[in-house]
């Protein structure tokens, strides 16, 4: 990528204004990861370093260089897989609530936990708005707004995301492709039931499955949730006879003790300001698809 500088500045605002929209904290790591050449000579790769109007600045090897995603773990609870200076998508770790609940008024959420290493990582105030839910038990790609425009922004062109979800089932489908919908209301035990006609506080969900692999003695199969809720996605594989693995709430087995293996591994949208194409997928590590039987997991890793 090559870029003619403009006016008088150090590498790091230079960076800002080739990569528009993107923060000072990225920044920093594109020039941390990076080869650079002025005027077709090497650039010492520092943010400070400055750079004169006329001056062709080249990046180079950026996505060599670039550090792999992993998955949260205790050492390091906070993957993030995309951030800007307008929305953050990290990695929610499974067993851990999204967002604060009163009904659970002393357990940490994710936003909040978040928020707090953002605000020490860049040592100043940062707040982040969510766009969306993923339930306790679930992990996978979180969306966050940076500001209330933005949220607003998303929460309109929501219906045009797309997320995809894996899941580890005990049971597999009579047909490879197929799709589940009816109404869906909360029971007085917290979990969903169904009917095929509207009833009072129902909501319509529509789920569509595909399925991947066999895997062991279980059985992995891609879902998209096309109107409704993720928590649906549990009711509707259970009344396919295809409880997810560890969800013994609705229907699986007590052998798995702990995660339930569901996992929005994919993200597709349009970024709301810039209008750029995201795409964006994590990879779960072997151990979700070869849960260890009776063993009381250690999965919670916040």
């Keep these: 990528m090559k870029y003619k500088v403009k006016k008088a500045a150090n590498l790091l ?12 904290q990225k920044a920093k790591q594109i020039i941390s990861n990076a080869t650079f050449q002025k005027n077709g000579k090497a650039l010492v790769n520092h943010p400070k370093e400055m750079l004169e109007p ?3 600045v080249e990046v180079i090897d950026t996505e060599k260089k670039e550090k792999k995603v992993k998955t949260p773990k205790r050492s390091q609870p906070f993957a993030i897989y995309f951030e ?4 953050l998508v990290a990695l ?7 967002v604060a609940d009163s009904s659970h008024p002393t357990e940490k959420s994710y936003h909040k936990a978040l928020e707090q290493f953002l605000t020490k990582r860049n040592e100043e105030k940062t707040r982040l ?3 969306q839910r993923l339930d306790r038990e679930l992990e996978g790609l979180m969306l966050f707004a940076k500001s209330e425009k933005v949220q607003q922004l998303m929460t309109m062109q929501w219906p045009q995301v797309t997320i995809k979800l894996i ?12 799709e589940v919908a009816n109404w869906l209301r909360e029971s007085s035990l917290r979990t969903l039931v169904a009917s095929a006609k509207e009833m009072p506080n129902s909501n319509y969900g529509k789920t569509a499955i595909k399925y991947v692999r066999e895997e062991g003695s279980y059985h992995v199969l891609e879902i998209q949730v096309i109107e409704g809720r993720n928590k649906q996605i549990r009711l509707h594989l259970s009344d396919l006879g295809c409880p997810i ?4 709430k609705y229907g699986a087995n007590g052998s798995v003790k702990r995660q339930i293996r569901l996992a929005a591994n994919i993200m597709e949208l349009k970024h709301p300001i810039t209008g750029r194409l995201l795409q964006l997928s994590y990879q779960p590590p072997q151990s979700f698809y070869l849960p260890l039987g009776n063993v009381n997991e250690q ?3 916040l």
């Design 13 to 24: 605002d230079t960076i800002m204004d080739m990569y528009h929209g993107v923060s000072r």
């Design 54 to 56: 006329g001056d062709f």
């Design 84 to 87: 800007d200076d307008h929305i």
């Design 92 to 98: 929610k770790p499974a067993g851990i609530l999204s």
């Design 129 to 131: 708005l969510v766009v």
């Design 167 to 178: 899941a580890i089932t005990e049971g597999r489908p009579s047909t490879d492709t197929c």
């Design 245 to 248: 693995v560890g969800d013994r």
């Design 299 to 301: 999965y919670k890793v």
